[in-house]
């Protein structure tokens, strides 16, 4: 076809693949699943390419009277979590036709506002990452005219959404605690974010859980902004305040650790010899310190994946998949036995 060509039109692809125009129409709309065989969808799909064929998705989405664009909320763009999220959400978007709009609220946690003159108007959906239901009003709506909701990483407890994708936050904390009082430590430091937000509220509740488990042992806690240098600031206080000195940090995020290894550095003790620091999320800071982070993997990508799935389940109107998404530990050189006790 030379440039001077007419565009290839659904018509054309339903000639290549020997089907016709209407299912060409459920294949690249992907509404094909149980209507249409695998093979099938493949012809047309092979005939869409071959042909160069691009379906005129504006005047397709007037007549459905949708967008097909999702609004992804997040609370911040200075945690590569939430780039990673975006990463797996924006790619099970593209393999349906849809795009993925991100949107870091000036409000951090609190209410977002609506970044269009009316979200529902110009969105099929929102999914948004690590905020409360609530502070989604604006967007998703008050007033019956919702526009569907997916929450991630939220209170499950908490109404308004139409599905919830969470990892096992819980078990993360529970382990990474395990961990360290495995290695003989009793006494230990919470360096926890100070925000507030359900995430970080399970796992102070699951540190604590922990630590109570175990005889002798003790737990201090102490709040820093999630940033290194508000980690640092935190866990040099902590660490020069009278009493027993903690032997093991258990920090809510990378970023609060690498800020306790540096606090460390400034005290004189050495990591692992002399106190030990775990972090949370797995971050690429966490092989960017030396000795490397012994943290908790959260796997982002796939909670963007599963979150975009899942709104575009609940506007087919199928059920999402449940279920919490399982976390690993990953011990690296940042944690070791206690020191011995000496006098």
């Not at 036709?97 to 108007?121: N, Q």
Request: charged letters at 25%.
């Amino acid at each position: 076809m030379t440039e001077h060509s007419a565009r290839p039109t659904s018509r054309d692809v339903a000639r290549a693949a020997g089907v016709s125009q209407a299912t060409v129409s459920l294949v690249l709309g992907d509404k094909w699943r149980g209507r249409v065989s695998e093979r099938t969808a493949g012809l047309v799909r092979d005939a869409s390419r071959t042909l160069g064929y691009r379906p005129n998705l504006a005047a397709r989405n007037l007549r459905l009277g949708t967008t097909r664009t999702a609004l992804l909320v997040v609370p911040a763009l200075t945690n590569e979590f939430f780039a990673r999220v975006y990463t797996g959400a924006a790619e099970v978007a593209a393999e349906h036709g849809f795009g993925v709009l991100l949107y870091p609220s000036p409000e951090g946690t609190g209410p977002a506002r609506d970044p269009f003159a009316s979200a529902r108007a110009a969105l099929d959906g929102v999914i948004a990452s690590s905020m409360a239901t609530a502070a989604l009003d604006a967007l998703s709506g008050t007033d019956g005219a919702h526009l569907p909701l997916v929450m991630l990483d939220s209170d499950p407890a908490a109404p308004g959404a139409a599905a919830r994708v969470n990892v096992d936050i819980a078990d993360g904390m529970r382990r990474v605690t395990e961990h360290l009082l495995g290695l003989g430590h009793r006494e230990l430091l919470h360096v926890a974010a100070d925000v507030d937000s359900w995430t970080f509220r399970v796992r102070a509740e699951a540190v604590a859980d922990a630590v109570r488990n175990v005889p002798g042992a003790a737990l201090r806690t102490v709040r820093a902004d999630l940033e290194v240098e508000a980690g640092r600031a935190a866990a040099e206080q902590a660490l020069t305040t009278p009493g027993p000195r903690p032997t093991a940090l258990v920090c809510d995020g990378d970023m609060l650790a690498a800020g306790a290894c540096k606090a460390a550095r400034r005290l004189g003790l050495r990591v692992p010899e002399d106190l030990s620091v775990s972090g949370f999320d797995d971050l690429a800071l966490a092989t960017a310190v030396e000795p490397e982070l012994t943290t908790v993997r959260l796997p982002a990508e796939q909670v963007g994946r599963r979150g975009m799935d899942a709104l575009l389940r609940v506007l087919e109107g199928r059920r999402p998949e449940g279920g919490d998404l399982p976390v690993s530990l990953v011990v690296r050189g940042s944690t070791a036995p206690p020191p011995a006790r000496t006098g």
